[in-house]
């Protein structure tokens, strides 16, 4: 992988972590069609840019993240992260064994696509119009909900919105929790994938993350910049979402899902 083909994956990575629409299957999709060897590293960095992604939330909403009188916001961030922390480590190879099969991802991302077009219909009268009024129970239920993207292609924002819309929130009020939440939720992904997880396993020069990154100059440079990029465009995408999100709701995410998730069936089915 070289430094164009990163700065690509690292655009597409900031575009969609915080929209309804699986970054995760993005990412695979496009790797797939530059016909990009799955290597260790790919898988690898595919994962640690999300940490780029996680800084535009804190930078886009720093005044409620170092709102030192609101420090009740951590305890149900905290709260509310446990149950992926618990069910990814569970469940992290059978997940890594999903994210090459194409077919399924794609056929993932039609079903949501239907889910959201009637996400708007299901949740009427939401009463929490802001993270203050969520409570432990709430914050915990929305973690549970986020577990479910766990299978590539359901989106964790998506997931996560809806499960906070599911509890009375409004779809500000969720599209936001859900953003709050992706901070300890992603970091401890990129800290486990970078510093714990031993990639290529089967292989016999197993590593982790930090050795594939410090091995050489190229991937060094590609590591920050992917990162940098991924902020960048991230915090651009989370400020356009809840304009669209706040105008629309879900329907525009839904038929974009259904129409991509469909061509994709195509493509993997009859040409790869």
Request: hydrophobic content about 55%; some cysteine.
């Amino acid at each position: 992988m070289d430094l164009i083909t990163a700065i690509i994956i690292a655009i597409i990575e900031g575009l969609t972590e915080y929209l309804p629409i699986s970054s995760t299957a993005h990412m695979g999709f496009t790797a797939s069609l530059m016909g990009l060897e799955e290597t260790e590293f790919l898988k690898m960095f595919q994962v640690s840019i999300q940490f780029g992604a996680i800084l535009s939330v804190v930078v886009a909403y720093w005044k409620k993240f170092f709102d030192l009188k609101n420090i009740q916001l951590y305890f149900k961030l905290g709260f509310a992260v446990i149950p992926a922390l618990v069910l990814g480590y569970l469940f992290d190879d059978k997940i890594e064994a999903v994210l090459g099969n194409q077919i399924a991802i794609s056929s993932v991302l039609v079903l949501g696509g239907v889910v959201l077009l009637f996400a708007d219909k299901w949740f009427k009268n939401p009463k929490i119009n802001n993270e203050k009024e969520i409570t432990i129970k709430n914050a915990v239920t929305i973690g549970f909900w986020q577990c479910l993207a766990m299978m590539p292609g359901t989106s964790r924002s998506a997931a996560s919105i809806i499960g906070g819309m599911a509890q009375g929130l409004t779809r500000k009020a969720a599209a936001e929790f859900s953003f709050f939440l992706a901070v300890p939720t992603m970091l401890a992904v990129t800290v486990y994938s970078v510093f714990v997880k031993t990639w290529g396993k089967e292989t016999s020069t197993p590593q982790k993350g930090y050795e594939m990154i410090m091995e050489s100059q190229d991937h060094i440079t590609i590591f920050i910049v992917g990162n940098v990029v991924a902020f960048i465009v991230a915090l651009i995408a989370i400020k356009a979402f809840i304009g669209v999100l706040n105008r629309y709701g879900f329907k525009p995410w839904g038929w974009y899902r259904i129409f991509v998730g469909l061509a994709l069936l195509v493509y993997f089915y009859f040409f790869k």
